[in-house]
């Protein structure tokens, strides 16, 4: 079945770029997500990206993604404390368009 | 605010006893989820709902049932709640295939 692995922790400090980084298995995803969960919430969408599509920018979120080696990136240019949260990769599941979501990335931004 | 309302946000249950976790959307989305997460495993899908009318599991669907009540309402039930059954439970909604899924704030549910 579908798989999608993220490292669980990453620490940077205010100001420098963070790259979360994400694999996942099903090479007939069309689109793939980032979601970020801040403390006591529920997710909220990032962006997301089309598989036709090597990079998408978004102001500080540049997405790139390698369909050759299923590796989908996050980096956040500029990271600032409000940064601070979870992220979680997801790609969607064609069969039935459920989404399936990696471990999680928790992000800490040191000042 | 147009949105995935979950009630109730925090809950304590003994072992045993039962309960409804409710989830309702208001943005006419055609599919409704209920995930829960756990530290380090990031968000399991236990059912899910395509459309009003019909559920099917997911990948951790034993001890829960749910309800797809009319469009907008998907409830999830723990019949004889146990301890691994403490976790923080997400209801969700999709309906554009671009967009993903819009999440409520979560149940914190403990089971003691």
């Known amino acids: 079945g579908e798989d999608v692995e993220q490292s669980l922790f990453l620490s940077v400090r205010e100001g420098d770029s963070s790259v979360i980084n994400c694999t996942y298995t099903?090479?007939?995803?069309?689109?793939l997500y980032w979601y970020k969960q801040e403390p006591g919430a529920g997710l909220q969408l990032l962006t997301y990206i089309f598989s036709n599509m090597d990079m998408k920018q978004d102001q500080r979120l540049t997405v790139l993604l390698n369909k050759k080696d299923k590796h989908l990136s996050l980096r956040i240019a500029d990271t600032q404390t409000g940064d601070s949260a979870i992220y979680f990769c997801?790609?969607?599941?064609?069969?039935?368009?459920?989404?399936?979501f990696g471990q999680g990335t928790e992000l800490s931004v040191k000042p | 605010n147009a949105g995935v309302t979950q009630t109730p946000k925090f809950q304590v249950l003994k072992t045993g006893q039962s309960m409804t976790l409710q989830c309702a959307q208001d943005m006419n989305h055609n599919s409704m989820y209920w995930y829960r997460q756990d530290p380090g495993m990031g968000l399991r899908l236990i059912y899910y709902?395509?459309?009003?009318?019909?559920?099917d599991k997911g990948e951790v669907p034993n001890g829960y049932n749910v309800s797809r009540l009319n469009k907008r309402e998907f409830s999830l039930r723990l019949e004889s709640a146990a301890p691994s059954q403490t976790s923080v439970y997400f209801c969700?909604?999709?309906?554009?295939?671009?967009?993903?899924?819009?999440f409520g704030s979560g149940t914190r549910l403990t089971v003691v």
């Open positions: 709902s395509a459309s009003e009318g019909t559920t």
């Open positions: 099903d090479s007939s995803s069309t689109y």
């Open positions: 997801a790609e969607k599941d064609n069969q039935g368009g459920k989404l399936i």
């Open positions: 969700a909604s999709s309906g554009n295939r671009v967009n993903g899924y819009t």
